[in-house]
């Protein structure tokens, strides 16, 4: 008994060595150098940041490249109420690209900033020293600037006032104005500061195939009297204007065409009800079978890329304030299955 007590004694003491150890390894661990984990508590970078009192984003970035900017490549952000852009108090705001002729952002793009802005942490500190800011890239030479107010103009005190450069791992070091230190944010890729990174390129067709009541084409590309497409409750039949009954697979041959005109760039401002300049090459009227108004898209003929690259073709909606560039194989496309319904 004597040899056993003496075995357990010994045990229970190294079992209790082991844990002052670990205990101390433990603190030495999260309260090392740069003043650690259990010496600062973990807070949002930018505590009070409200994403819904963004009125204005503004992103620069150096680039020499950009002389019309002054070496600067910019994009300007800018919310518009519903009431501003359709009158209608019930819709969604608008993000507006200032560059790009005032066409709208992607909104989920843009809310997927402001809300990543929030969530930024002290989590991961990484430097304290003034000195070090060149090293993590983070001057106004090389680093993405991003400033965020609550006013239309941007005023002297945004809320927001970063520098922005890539890190390792998926990663980006942050350096807030007026703030010496330097932080690491994981998951954060610094935004563009392109304007055609946030154009919402989405399709110049809005409305899915059983939303669409009737459509017209006409014009010089389709050589010949209108093409009229009317559809009937539950998309299983549609009918030419003599009434003759069209075939279906035809039909949704020309809505997987229109789904995809996706626009590729801005390239002019327009007054909305005015048309593309000149004759259009030809213009589709569609009308929704509930709710809206019907609208119609004007595309102009196709054109040589000055730059050597893909043919294009100018187009905008009638209604619209901004004049697009299409692909001209998509349009072309687009022409030929309009040209089919009459065979």
Do not use: C
Request: no cysteine; aromatic share 6%.
């Amino acid at each position: 008994m004597g040899a056993r007590g003496g075995f357990l004694h010994v045990a229970v003491r190294n079992w209790i060595l082991v844990l002052i150890l670990g205990a101390l390894a433990g603190s030495w661990f999260v309260g090392d150098a740069g003043g650690g984990i259990s010496q600062r508590q973990i807070q949002p970078v930018l505590p009070g940041f409200d994403a819904s009192r963004a009125r204005s984003i503004v992103l620069e970035r150096a680039d020499l490249a950009a002389v019309e900017t002054g070496g600067l490549e910019r994009t300007t952000l800018t919310r518009r109420t519903s009431v501003e852009t359709t009158g209608d108090v019930g819709a969604p705001d608008v993000w507006t690209i200032a560059e790009l002729h005032g066409t709208a952002a992607f909104a989920d793009r843009v809310d997927d900033l402001l809300s990543r802005i929030g969530s930024m942490t002290t989590l991961d500190l990484v430097s304290e020293e003034p000195g070090s800011h060149a090293g993590y890239g983070l001057t106004k030479a090389k680093a993405l600037q991003l400033r965020v107010s609550e006013q239309e103009r941007m005023g002297d005190s945004p809320m927001v006032d970063l520098l922005i450069a890539p890190a390792p791992g998926r990663a980006a070091y942050v350096l807030a104005a007026g703030d010496d230190r330097v932080w690491r944010i994981a998951r954060f890729t610094p935004p563009s500061a392109s304007p055609r990174a946030w154009f919402d390129d989405s399709s110049l067709m809005p409305l899915p195939d059983r939303g669409i009541s009737a459509i017209r084409a006409s014009g010089p590309a389709l050589e010949g009297e209108p093409v009229i497409v009317r559809t009937y409750p539950g998309g299983d039949r549609y009918t030419s204007a003599t009434g003759e009954t069209l075939v279906t697979q035809a039909v949704l041959d020309l809505f997987k065409r229109l789904r995809t005109l996706f626009p590729t760039d801005v390239v002019a401002e327009k007054v909305a009800g005015e048309p593309l300049d000149g004759e259009p090459w030809f213009s589709i009227e569609v009308e929704p079978i509930v709710g809206g108004n019907d609208f119609r898209i004007d595309f102009a003929r196709p054109e040589e890329s000055p730059e050597g690259g893909a043919r294009f073709v100018r187009a905008a909606r009638l209604q619209g304030t901004i004049t697009v560039t299409v692909s001209a194989a998509t349009v072309e496309k687009l022409v030929e299955s309009l040209q089919r319904l009459r065979e």
